[in-house]
């Protein structure tokens, strides 16, 4: 969380982190277009451990990584993208300082 803190949830294999963060009332992801690739305000930064659990950041991704509020890192990605893949146990991710 951007305070600090540290949450846990349990997301199903093909779920996507946004989705499953929202619904489990986590603050921070705002995902204001309903996990259209629309707006960036689910933006995360995905551990440095889970970054390969994910594909690369697609053309439209790429475009709207760009009008985060927050700063871009290499790690940056929109949590609407992040679909998490059979077999992985455990994905990380960071919220940022802000969304809006």
Known sequence: MKDGSQ???EVEPGANVMRTAVDAGLPGIFA???GAC???TCHV???QDSVQAFPPVGEVEEEMLECTV???LPVSR???QLVVPEGVATVVVRVPDAQT
């Open 7 to 9: 949450s846990e949830i």
């Open 32 to 34: 204001e277009c309903g």
């Open 38 to 40: 629309m707006c960036a």
């Open 45 to 47: 930064y995905v551990d």
């Open 70 to 72: 927050a700063e871009r």
């Open 78 to 80: 929109l949590s609407c």
